[in-house]
C-alpha cells in the first residue's frame, strides 16, 4: 500500500483546509484508515480514524467537532476538512492505514499544516 497526502499549506486561525491521502496498492487489503499529527518537540498523535468497513469514526478530544474524516472508496482517498484552525494545530500531518495482512501499518511522507495566530 502506498499513501500520497496533499492539501498542507500555511492559514490563519479560525480558516480551513482540506486533506487528502490518495491510497494505491493493495487497497482491498485496508481495514482502518486514519489522520495523525506530530508538532515539533511532540510524540505523534491520532487525529481521525475511519474503518473501510462500517465507515465508523472516531477523534481526538482536541478535534471533534471542528474536523471531519471522510473516504471516497471509489477513489481510495481519504480525507481530513479541518475547520476552526487553531495555533495548536500546527504540525505535519500524516496518512496511515492498516492492512489485514499482519495488521501491516503504512504510512505517508506527511504534509505541514501551520495555523498562524
Known amino acids: 500500500v502506498q499513501l500520497v497526502e496533499s492539501g498542507g499549506g500555511l492559514v490563519q486561525a479560525g480558516g480551513s483546509l482540506r486533506l487528502s491521502c490518495a491510497a494505491s496498492?493493495?487497497?482491498?487489503?485496508?481495514?482502518?484508515m486514519g489522520w495523525y499529527r506530530q508538532a515539533p518537540g511532540k510524540q505523534r498523535e491520532l487525529v481521525a480514524i475511519i474503518t473501510s468497513g462500517s465507515g465508523s469514526t472516531n477523534y481526538a478530544d482536541s478535534v471533534k467537532g471542528r474536523f471531519t474524516i471522510s473516504r471516497d472508496n471509489a477513489k481510495n482517498t481519504m480525507y481530513l476538512q479541518m475547520t476552526s484552525l487553531k495555533p495548536e494545530d500546527t504540525a505535519v500531518y500524516y496518512c496511515?492505514?492498516?492492512?489485514?495482512?499482519?495488521?501491516?501499518?503504512?504510512w505517508g511522507q506527511g504534509t505541514q499544516v501551520t495555523v498562524s495566530s
Open positions: 496511515n492505514a492498516i492492512s489485514r495482512t499482519f495488521l501491516r501499518s503504512y
Open positions: 496498492g493493495s487497497t482491498a487489503s485496508i481495514i482502518t
